[in-house]
């Protein structure tokens, strides 16, 4: 179990604290929900968390299987796209991986598979695309 806590401060803004170590951040809604957009809304939330699942997942695994990559400096670029039309929802999650030179190409689809099937993405609903692209510089 993992303990957080959330306290809505008013105009659509809320404060968390993550209760085991004390780190807090705020969320605000987005312009187009009548928010300020000062910081993340839940939604960048859950795509800030679906990116860094997935790395974070390759990390683990590939410490645990002993994997010769190198992750360190991989960049990801996220963009959340919601509906357009009601209920309101994360529509697409386009996900762009740029991994460091260096990985070799027989470690890429196991990573690609550790990526894809972190605890994040197989939390979010079916109806939400996921676009991810691994790339590989040579």
């Known amino acids: 179990m993992v303990p957080i806590s959330i306290v809505y ?15 807090t951040f705020i969320t605000d809604a987005p312009k187009d929900n009548f928010g300020r957009a000062e910081s993340f809304s839940p ?9 860094s699942c997935m790395i974070t997942t390759m990390g683990i695994i590939a410490q645990k299987e002993q994997l010769s990559v190198h ?10 796209h919601m509906s357009t039309t009601a209920p309101r929802r994360i529509a697409t999650l386009v996900v762009v991986f740029t991994f460091p030179a260096g990985i070799p190409l027989y470690n890429r689809a196991r990573l690609k598979e550790i ?12 109806d939400i695309i996921l676009d991810v692209h691994y790339n590989y510089p040579d």
């Open 43 to 51: 939604t960048d939330l859950v795509a800030t968390a679906l990116g």
């Open 71 to 80: 992750l360190d400096g991989t960049r990801i670029a996220i963009e959340k």
């Open 115 to 126: 990526g894809d099937t972190c605890p994040v993405a197989k939390s979010l609903h079916p």
């Open 9 to 23: 401060q008013g105009e659509l803004r809320c404060t968390a604290v993550h209760d085991n170590s004390g780190t």
